[in-house]
């Protein structure tokens, strides 16, 4: 967990009942103490706690709910439930990145198709998180079924790689692992390629410009999906440390390193607030929304500038540091580039002139910000 994250007080303690009334009124205690819980994160965050100590407040909250209901309902079915599901966090969740009203989604893996107990215990965990507050998206899969689903799904493989176990079916915690594995190493290239490739339909749609009017700070160029395209980008390179294998291969520098994981951190920051502003999942900085957040996140008037003004000045700035990093990415990866995705890893191509001559060809525009990028 993250320094300054808020752990989740104490569940209640799971008990004996008869028939399944006993759900909703569990439930309704497990949401008392999670919106305890969001507004102690919520009282944090006005006192400009960091954008990822509150994504980690929230996803350590919401991990210890399910795993906690998961626990309770088992006890509760007691030798009815002969298998449970491992129960998998993907996408945000599984990167531990949860804004307060952000969707949870699950995965609940079996091993091979459950039985009836199997099955209703699927649907009583749904019914559960529901009522305790959570906004829930799932799925419920065999092994077989999600090798099935991901050779034909781009999105599904990425929200695998990002995935967690959480709780449940314990040997299933291996195949999880050598199914990341695989994505890795057999499909790594192509889902790259795909990813890179719908970044810039995604950009075009906005016009290829990160300086919206009404920015979507998670969607629009810039915002925290570009993080995590760059993200994946690294996810493909030998190195511990998505940014630091970029470094290694000299498509950033130190100090982009910083700027982004800043960028990343206000982006967070930002999403909270409309988030706790909106009581709902919502991501778009209308006009109205960003004098809203900019008091909220702390921002007054000065220097001559309005509070809002002052605060999407910085916005500008911080998605321009995200996409300043990714377009570097996508220019170095086209054909002229120097970048190449080979056998699902991201490689520097080096000329064929002489045996020590680099390809060093970054692009006119990184070459004028540091003249010294090359030799680094």
């Given at each position: 967990m993250a320094r300054g994250a808020v752990k989740i007080s104490?569940?209640?303690?799971?008990?004996?009942?008869?028939?399944?009334?006993?759900?909703?009124?569990?439930?309704?205690?497990?949401?008392?103490?999670?919106?305890?819980?969001?507004?102690?994160?919520?009282?944090?965050?006005?006192?400009?706690?960091?954008?990822?100590?509150?994504?980690?407040?929230?996803?350590?909250?919401?991990?210890?709910?399910?795993?906690?209901?998961?626990?309770?309902?088992?006890?509760?079915?007691?030798?009815?439930?002969r298998r449970a599901p491992a129960v998998v966090a993907l996408g945000g969740f599984g990167r531990r990145e949860l804004s307060p009203r952000s969707d949870i989604d699950l995965l609940?893996?079996?091993?091979?198709?459950?039985?009836?107990?199997?099955?209703?215990?699927?649907?009583?965990?749904?019914?559960?998180?529901?009522?305790?507050?959570?906004?829930?998206?799932?799925?419920?899969?065999?092994?077989?079924?999600?090798?099935?689903a991901l050779a034909r799904d781009g999105d599904l493989k990425t929200a695998v790689l990002d995935s967690r176990w959480l709780c449940g079916e314990e040997r299933l915690r291996d195949d999880l692992a050598a199914i990341r594995s695989g994505i890795r190493e057999r499909d790594g290239g192509a889902l790259l390629e795909a990813k890179l490739e719908e970044t810039r339909r995604r950009w075009r749609k906005h016009g290829g410009s990160f300086h919206l009017i009404e920015p979507n700070v998670k969607e629009s160029p810039g915002g925290l999906r570009d993080y995590q395209v760059i993200r994946w980008v690294g996810m493909t390179l030998p190195w511990d440390g998505t940014l630091e294998g970029l470094y290694r291969l000299a498509v950033i520098d130190r100090h982009d390193i910083r700027e982004v994981e800043r960028a990343f951190d206000f982006l967070l920051r930002t999403r909270s607030e409309l988030h706790f502003l909106m009581q709902t999942n919502w991501n778009v900085l209308t006009l109205d929304m960003q004098r809203r957040a900019a008091r909220g996140l702390g921002y007054t008037d000065g220097g001559g500038l309005l509070a809002v003004?002052?605060?999407?000045?910085?916005?500008?700035?911080?998605?321009?540091?995200?996409?300043?990093?990714?377009?570097?990415?996508?220019?170095?990866?086209?054909?002229?580039?120097?970048?190449?995705?080979?056998?699902?890893?991201?490689?520097?191509?080096?000329?064929?002139?002489?045996?020590?001559?680099?390809?060093?060809?970054?692009?006119?525009?990184?070459?004028?910000e540091d003249p010294l990028f090359a030799f680094k």
């Open positions: 104490k569940l209640p303690a799971p008990r004996a009942a008869a028939g399944d009334a006993w759900m909703t009124s569990f439930a309704g205690e497990v949401r008392e103490v999670y919106r305890g819980h969001l507004a102690e994160l919520e009282r944090r965050h006005r006192e400009l706690a960091p954008g990822l100590a509150t994504a980690r407040g929230v996803s350590a909250a919401v991990e210890a709910i399910v795993c906690h209901l998961c626990g309770a309902l088992r006890l509760w079915m007691g030798p009815r439930l609940f893996l079996w091993d091979k198709r459950p039985g009836p107990a199997g099955t209703a215990f699927a649907g009583y965990l749904v019914r559960m998180l529901w009522d305790a507050g959570l906004e829930l998206g799932h799925s419920v899969r065999t092994l077989a079924e999600l090798r099935s003004e002052r605060f999407m000045r910085d916005y500008y700035a911080m998605t321009r540091a995200i996409y300043a990093v990714l377009e570097r990415i996508l220019e170095e990866t086209r054909g002229e580039g120097s970048l190449r995705i080979i056998d699902g890893s991201l490689y520097r191509r080096v000329g064929t002139k002489g045996l020590g001559q680099l390809d060093a060809r970054f692009g006119g525009a990184r070459f004028r």
